[in-house]
């Protein structure tokens, strides 16, 4: 209904994981929180799965945590999220467990306590093995 030709129509929410600034007039205006990726015009926005961070509100993809490091966090907002894996290891970009960190080349172990490969001996990539 209406009032002297004013619309007394209630505002609408915009979807999950959006939100757009005061005085909006469309659902296009609606754009993903940081930590949501998603298309541009927010109407559908997801939580950064573990391994990913987005810094800022609006449309694009969360992005991968960088080599090295991991995250089991969802909808991770910061690049500090993603915690560095244990001295003598690495892990693949995007990760999302400590599992994830293996020794590196030249070491032995598992991700908790990685060793030297001895004298005589060699491992020429990353693993557990």
Same mark, same amino acid.
């Given at each position: 209904?209406?009032?002297?030709g ?8 915009c979807p999950?994981g959006?939100? =757009? ?30 391994g =990913?961070?987005?810094?800022g ?24 999220a ?24 030249g070491? =032995? ?18 693993? =557990?093995?």
């Amino acid at each position: 209904k209406s009032k002297a030709g004013i619309s007394m129509e209630p505002c609408s929410r915009c979807p999950a994981g959006s939100t =757009t600034p005061e005085g909006s007039t469309q659902l296009i205006d609606c754009k993903c929180y940081a930590g949501f990726e998603g298309d541009a015009n927010g109407i559908e926005c997801m939580r950064c799965r573990p391994g =990913t961070f987005k810094a800022g509100e609006g449309p694009g993809s969360c992005r991968k945590c960088a080599e090295g490091t991991w995250s089991n966090a969802t909808g991770a907002t910061a690049s500090s999220a993603c915690q560095h894996c244990p001295n003598l290891t690495s892990s693949a970009a995007g990760s999302d467990s400590q599992d994830d960190c293996l020794c590196n080349a030249g070491y =032995t172990g598992d991700f908790r306590v990685c060793h030297a490969c001895p004298a005589g001996t060699f491992k020429a990539s990353a693993g =557990t093995e």
